[in-house]
């Protein structure tokens, strides 16, 4: 039976796939630290300058159960298949709508027994998690994400939008100061896509990268549970993100 807390690595549960594989705890998902920057005071104490979150680990305790040694070998020679992988998504059965990104650093068996115990160590260079895709959808020039459930800003997977008329640019600003500006008409009924997972912008599927105004917030146009976006025009929209949580 899977665990409640199943692993999973690169889109594959170990529980499922290795069999005689359990999960049996994980250690770190809810652990932060943060380096911090100051200058000693010629008086006690010193004076802050700065501070940053660290990467974290994740530990994974399990319990592996073959019959003979030619079953734990090949067991175990999966399990390392599996692990290989590098900078991937990570996930928990008990936390299904979200994923780390991170890379197995270390495995170690506590014991040689047919069913030993052990633990994998995951290195998570991004500490934070994130949600499955979600989008929103809808008709208008202006679009809120009240429901983004975090703290934490996120830059939007992609931003989707057809006009109702035909506008002689596409303009897209928040109400925290963000701007995306594409110095290109566009017809009516043609759909522009931004895409910020891969820098890039089309218009009915015809790459406008070059069109794209040099002061538009491409790399760094993050939403929050405040964000409101406004078009410069009428028309339907879709708006796909992720919601970022520490």
């Known amino acids: 039976m899977k665990s ?4 999973s690595y690169g889109g594959q549960c170990l529980d499922s796939n290795i069999d005689g594989f359990t999960t049996l705890s994980v250690a770190g998902r809810g652990d932060f630290t943060r380096a911090v920057t100051a200058t000693d005071l010629a008086s006690d104490g010193a004076k802050y300058l700065s501070s940053r979150l660290e990467s974290k680990k994740l ?3 399990f319990f592996l159960k073959s019959v003979s040694l030619t079953d734990l070998t090949a067991k175990l020679g999966k399990l390392k298949r599996i692990l290989s992988a590098k900078n991937t998504t990570v996930s928990f059965a008990d936390d299904p709508l979200y994923k780390y990104v991170g890379t197995v650093t270390s495995v170690t068996l506590d ?18 998690c994130y949600s499955i895709a979600q989008q929103k959808t809808g008709t208008g020039k202006t679009v809120a994400f009240i429901d ?17 008329s035909a506008i002689s640019v596409f303009q897209m600003t928040s109400n925290q100061s963000k701007r995306f500006l ?4 566009v017809s009516a009924g043609k759909k522009v896509v931004v895409d910020f997972e891969t820098l890039s912008c089309t218009v009915n599927g ?30 339907r929209y879709l708006v796909r993100f992720e919601v970022k949580k520490l």
């Open 182 to 185: 594409l110095n290109q008409s």
């Open 4 to 7: 409640q807390v199943a692993f």
């Open 59 to 61: 530990t994974i305790n």
């Open 111 to 128: 014991d040689t027994t047919l069913h030993p115990t052990g633990s994998i160590e995951v290195t998570l260079s991004d500490l934070y």
């Open 148 to 164: 983004y459930d975090s703290e934490f800003p996120n830059v939007p997977l992609s931003v989707e939008f057809t006009p109702s």
């Open 206 to 235: 015809a790459n406008v990268l070059s069109s794209v105004s040099l002061n538009s917030n491409f790399a760094d146009f993050t939403i929050d549970k405040n964000t409101v976006l406004t078009f410069n025009a009428d028309g």
